[in-house]
């Protein structure tokens, strides 16, 4: 007996309707404080948006999964990624940064537990071409408390607040 494939990794996944312009993707972990500064923006950009999201942009919450950022962004004209960081500068700081800048192709090892959404920006490339955004760019905001916790510093917040606005400007230029 031949047993099917699960899935076929190399076609499309099926979907209704056509892939997002703009694809919107917060990425972190809400129960680490800060790092959720990445799903605190995409819930509050729904909460926000709510009907009023034009069509063909999507927001998502990848959380801690490279692998929802590779598969999620497959089609998408444009990604923009929302993340915390550790490190480059004072607390609530906000970095935009192309996403070509933080691609990384490091191995990430025999687990994808450890698989980024920097490797995820590298390997979309190299599997999908031109189904992947060429367009790729990355609202980072500097954490003052990475700690177990479920609510952002103020630091954190005030730069979440900031990314959050920008991110209103960008949906505004897909209405149609």
Not at 4 to 25: G, K, M
Request: charged residues 20%; hydrophobic residues 45%; proline residues 8%.
């Amino acid at each position: 007996m031949v047993v099917p494939p699960v899935a076929d990794v190399a076609a499309p996944l099926a979907e209704t309707s056509a892939p997002p312009r703009c694809l919107i993707i917060g990425c972190g972990n809400p129960t680490r404080a800060d790092d959720g500064v990445g799903p605190w923006v995409v819930r509050e950009l729904l909460a926000r948006q709510g009907e009023r999201l034009p069509p063909r942009v999507r927001i998502v919450d990848a959380g801690t999964s490279g692998m929802e950022v590779l598969f999620t962004a497959r089609g998408a004209e444009r990604l923009i990624l929302v993340d915390a960081c550790s490190g480059a500068g004072a607390p609530g700081s906000v970095f935009r940064v192309p996403g070509a800048e933080l691609e990384s192709g490091e191995d990430p090892g025999y687990t994808l537990h450890g698989f980024r959404w920097n490797q995820a920006l590298h390997a979309g490339k190299k599997m999908y071409g031109n189904d992947f955004p060429a367009r790729v760019e990355v609202f980072l905001v500097e954490a003052a408390d990475l700690d177990f916790g479920l609510e952002l510093s103020a630091d954190a917040r005030a730069g979440a607040e900031q990314v959050l606005h920008a991110l209103e400007q960008e949906i505004a230029t897909y209405q149609p």
